[in-house]
């Protein structure tokens, strides 16, 4: 007996020790290329199967592949295990259920074939993927079953000409010859946006897309719509006679900075579609009640207003009875696009808390909002099988990247379907978020997390590198940020902070600093600072980096600048000088509503907030990242930042990444990617822990 127990004991032993050595180091910048994402999840209306896209990294070829997965469900719950439903050779994604949940509908474009919608049967007789005859786009499927609607730039016949709408068709100057011309000649100033790497056709060049419907056997397609700007956000009615939808008939208007999206209804054979909501204000995301009877929509009355959930009646020709009701107006966050509960009771939608994202319902006849789904997480992809009590999402927290789950539809009975990451993150060692509260002048609270070093050792000096997020409208939170990770690996405690102006507090707090940017959050950066100084004593002080992107990159310039907290920078995509960013950016209504107007308008605020008006003050190790093709913030404002600190001689380095956009630190190329996380990760490394930390003066008493 007692030799059984020495050898259960050494066994555990054994088991610990392996452990341990499986958990030795921390999370490293090429572990990118072991990450699987999951998105696009959907659950089938029978609550059989959850459908979901599992994106890979293809290492090899800087490339990323999705395929569509499957799990059988029973009950509610997982039943075996996921199994990848299409071809894994093909690039596939976006799963769309029928409405008996017998056929599967996803996007994959294979070899020449013009038409990416596809199609597979989930029950027998199973079979290849196919298209079905007249289907070129997602499909919407009629709750009868026998039709599908889309959307679609209708087809002229005609093949579109080498350089179409290059030359703006509105051009004063004369084009001498086509052929030999292959430059742009812009008129319109939506010319490019970013993520698109050839500049943008000119608006009349470029067809809207139209409501199509055809027999969901296939036949040859019925355009119901001509109207002058696209159609969108499809929702048919119960009994599949009508179809609403949203537009924007000022779509066009390049001066109209106002939300102006509005809901139509057109009938299923066709007709002059009718505009059901009106003007100040935009209206979107229409959901019909289960019984055909009411219409829930969200509806933003003006730029900076809050976005609210109404719901309105329906006449039996699905017009408007009676003024919509407001179901939100008590509760001070944003809501996301509604589902129906299945006795038409309730609506489902989900929202961002603090540092979470999470299902909540509010009852149609009114009263308080409730939170279904719980816990230091963010849901995203929220699918709802009404009918069968179910739903289904992907979930994130700070250790974990995003994996599949299933839930009752009350958010109870919660089970995992995925574990595509628990292989590879077992050898790895993250270290948890710490929730850290911080009040600064007026008393507004303000909330962060800290994350410690890998191997952290009580009373050991460590760096500390303060992350600061984009927007300045977005939040960070309870979800994975690999960068994070890696530089707690490389010996860094992090600090991330939601500063006003972040979402998830509110809407005074989302626009507390509208005129501001810089001038009152610095504020809610430095105190923070301050607040994980007091908690461990271990951070040293003279040795903090501060770093971000887009609004981050912006702040990160302007804490540089107008601050000595920081001993060095990593900005990216960063904004220095809003005068000449104004004029560069595709997204000038950013600053004429945050600094109430133009620059012209505005030269002195524009001027005040621009860390190039400080640029002197900097001296600081700083290493600039930034895209080439980053229309969002251009690469001249990066540009900026490095002339004027290579003149003061200040140690500087500016990394410019070819192909890129704004989003490279999420959806760029992998090696670049993955490029950009060492970079990042080595300046730091270099300046905060294998150079001497500087010497600080007392300041004078």
């Known amino acids: 007996m007692r030799a059984r127990q020495l050898m259960l004991a050494l066994a555990v032993l054994l088991a610990l020790a392996a452990d341990a050595v499986a958990q030795s180091r921390g999370l490293l910048p090429a572990d990118f290329y072991k990450e699987v994402a999951v998105s696009d999840v959907a659950v089938s209306p029978t609550g059989a199967f959850v459908a979901f896209t599992a994106t890979t990294v293809v290492e090899k070829d800087n490339r990323r592949h999705r395929t569509v997965w499957l799990q059988r469900l029973r009950d509610g719950q997982p039943e075996g ?20 949940g017998a056929r599967l509908a996803f996007t994959s474009r294979r070899g020449s074939d013009d038409n990416t919608t596809w199609f597979a049967r989930v029950t027998a007789p199973g079979g290849e993927a196919h298209h079905i005859e007249g289907v070129e786009g997602t499909p919407v499927w009629s709750p009868d079953g026998r039709w599908i609607a889309y959307v679609k730039a209708p087809d002229d016949g005609t093949t579109p ?12 100057t004369r084009t001498l010859d086509a052929e030999r011309f292959d430059g742009r000649v812009v008129t319109s100033m939506r010319y490019k946006s970013d993520g698109t790497l050839a500049f943008v056709a000119h608006p009349l060049v470029r067809a809207k897309r139209q409501i199509m419907v055809v027999s969901a056997e296939g036949g040859e397609p019925r355009q119901l719509t001509r109207v002058p700007f696209d159609a969108g956000q499809l929702a048919w009615s119960r009994d599949s006679t009508r179809i609403y939808f ?17 809901i139509y209804v057109v009938a299923r054979e066709g007709g002059e579609p009718r505009r059901l909501t009106a003007n100040p204000g935009g209206e979107r995301a229409p959901a019909v009640s289960p019984d055909g009877r009411r219409l829930a929509f969200l509806a933003t009355p003006a730029r900076g207003a809050e976005t609210d959930l109404m719901v309105v009646d329906l006449a039996a020709d699905g017009a408007f009875q009676g003024a919509p009701r407001n179901l939100t107006a008590a509760w001070d966050l944003t809501p996301g696009v509604p589902e129906w509960r299945r006795d038409g009771a309730a609506l489902w939608f989900g929202a961002g808390i603090g540092g979470n994202q999470h299902v909540f319902d509010v009852a149609v006849a009114g009263g308080p909002v409730r939170q279904m789904t719980r816990g230091d997480r963010q849901l995203s992809s929220v699918s709802l099988a009404a009918a069968a009590d179910v739903m289904a999402y992907a979930a994130t927290d700070a250790v974990t990247p995003d994996e599949v789950f299933v839930a009752r539809a009350d958010g109870s009975g919660e089970a995992r379907v995925t574990r ?3 292989a590879w993150l077992a050898e790895v060692t993250r270290m948890p978020a710490e929730r850290l509260t911080w009040t600064v002048a007026g008393g507004t609270t303000i909330e962060g997390w800290l994350v410690k070093p890998v191997g952290y050792q009580p009373g050991r000096k460590y760096p500390m590198v303060l992350k600061i997020h984009g927007g300045p409208h977005g939040a960070y939170g ?33 626009y507390a600093t509208r005129g501001k940017w810089g001038e009152m959050d610095s504020e809610d950066f430095l105190t923070g600072v301050d607040t994980a100084l007091a908690r461990y004593a271990d951070i040293d002080p003279r040795r903090i980096g501060v770093s971000g992107g887009s609004y981050g990159g912006f702040m990160t310039n302007w804490l540089s600048a107008t601050t000595d ?22 997204a000038q209504g950013l600053t004429e509503y945050e600094f109430f107007g133009p620059p012209w308008e505005q030269r002195e605020l524009y001027r005040r907030l621009s860390p190039i008006t400080y640029v002197e003050q900097v001296t600081i190790p700083t290493l600039i990242i930034h895209s080439e093709n980053d229309y969002r913030t251009p ?23 070819p192909r890129s956009s704004h989003g490279l630190s999420r959806t760029g190329e992998p090696w670049l990617l993955v490029d950009r996380l060492e970079r990042m990760r080595s300046w730091f490394v270099h300046w905060l822990i294998e150079q001497p930390a500087p010497t600080v003066e007392a300041p004078p008493h």
């Open 161 to 172: 000409a080498p350089r179409q709408g290059w030359i703006a068709p509105d051009a004063i």
């Open 565 to 586: 907290r920081f001993a060095a920078a990593v900005t990216s995509r960063s904004i220095t000088n809003w005068e000449s960013w104004y004029g560069a950016s595709d």
């Open 478 to 510: 309870n979800t994975w940020f690999r960068t994070f990770h890696v530089l707690s690996n490389a010996g860094f405690f992090v600090l991330y902070p939601n500063p006003r102006g972040s979402t998830n507090y509110g809407h005074a707090f989302t």
């Open 420 to 422: 595509f990451n628990d």
């Open 246 to 262: 949203v537009g924007d008939e000022a779509q066009d208007d390049e001066h109209s900075a106002e939300p102006t999206t509005d």
């Open 81 to 100: 295990t996921p199994f990848q439903f299409t071809d894994p050779t093909e690039d596939s994604s976006a799963p769309v259920w029928s409405p008996d």
């Open 635 to 657: 690469i001249a404002d990066g540009e900026q930042w490095f002339m004027a600190l290579m003149k003061r001689k200040v140690p500087v380095e500016l990394v410019r990444y």
